[in-house]
């Protein structure tokens, strides 16, 4: 007897998020163009140039070197300490391997801060518009996403009296990214200043800064909100591999945080994944080594 999907009684989990939009469009472009249908993907952010032969051929050497064991859980030292000789390089940031968690992509990056970070009913403001992932993992995790809308006028970024309005005594987190996906705005130093300013009024709010499109950035030089005192220790940026090295199927990602924020993500990584690719993590030493970045800014 086959069971309707109602009788198998699956976790109410699954009612509580949707799934990804990008990837349901990307399936459909997948299945169209098997149909021998000429489509125009705009579904998924793939970078239009393939992983750099430096980065594949690391990755060669890993194979035959025999990185082929399980990888200590928050990645392996020598890749946490190359994020963090990128970090200083590319944005003048000090951090100390014991702050960064190397993941199975920036996704799941944002997957262990959130669940981290956000009990139930806890708020987490986001800028709209936004990456569709975002408001799913906030509700997987039973808190509740406040979505802040922004206007063309105002080249879809808020402001800080916005923010500030947003704030609540359940406002647990502000994520926002920048350069943003979808609509490719860039905070400038100034703008992130002004939130920052709003941040240190309310300690209970922590930032969570996705950065993956640091590199993809048509607009002005990168700066994030990290760089700011008195706030640096409730940011955590997000980044990986994806965007910027072309490497999107190699599922690599990274943060920076508080050492407690690491460890928490830490924890819940070791429970579902047990850490990184090991292949991808040796590739990415090389990757993070290499200064790609445009040399006009
Ligand atoms: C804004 C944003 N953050 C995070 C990700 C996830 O990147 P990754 O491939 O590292 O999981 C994406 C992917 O499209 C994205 O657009």
Same mark, same amino acid.
Do not use: H, N
């Given at each position: 007897m086959q069971l309707t999907a109602e009788a198998m009684q699956l976790s109410s989990l699954l009612d509580r998020f949707a799934e990804p939009e990008t990837l349901k469009m990307a399936k459909l472009g997948r299945e169209l163009r098997a149909r021998?249908?000429?489509?125009?993907?705009?579904?998924?952010g793939e970078p239009d140039f393939d992983t750099p032969q430096h980065i594949k051929d690391a990755a060669k050497k890993a194979i035959d070197d025999n990185w082929s064991h399980y990888p200590p859980v928050a990645g392996y030292p020598d890749l946490r300490a190359a994020v963090c000789t990128k970090f200083k390089r590319d944005n003048d940031l000090d951090y100390k391997p014991e702050n960064i968690v190397i993941s199975t992509g920036a996704k799941q990056s944002l997957a262990n801060i959130i669940f981290a970070l956000v009990?139930?009913?806890?708020?987490v403001i986001i800028?709209?518009?936004f990456w569709v992932t975002y408001s799913e993992l906030v509700k997987m995790a039973r808190g509740v996403p406040v979505i802040l809308s922004t206007t063309m006028e105002n080249k879809f970024k808020i402001s800080a009296a916005e923010l500030e309005d947003?704030?609540?005594? @359940?406002?647990k987190v502000f994520l926002f990214s920048s350069p943003c996906n979808p609509s490719g705005s860039v905070y400038s130093k100034d703008e992130l200043e002004a939130l920052a300013n709003v941040f240190r009024k309310y300690p209970q709010v922590f930032i969570i800064s996705d950065e993956i499109y640091e590199y993809i950035n048509f607009v002005s030089r990168h700066e994030s909100i990290a760089s700011f005192e008195g706030i640096k220790e @409730?940011?955590?940026i997000v980044n990986g591999l994806s965007k910027g090295f072309a490497m999107t199927g190699w599922r690599l990602g990274y943060i920076a945080a508080?050492?407690?924020?690491?460890?928490?993500?830490e924890k819940l990584q070791g429970q579902f994944t047990s850490g990184a690719n090991t292949i991808a993590q040796r590739a990415a030493i090389t990757a993070l080594t290499t200064d790609l970045r445009p040399k006009k800014w």
């Open positions: 021998g249908i000429d489509v125009i993907d705009l579904s998924l009990d139930e009913g806890d708020e800028p709209a518009p947003a704030i609540t005594d @359940r406002s @409730r940011v955590i508080s050492p407690e924020v690491a460890k928490a993500c």
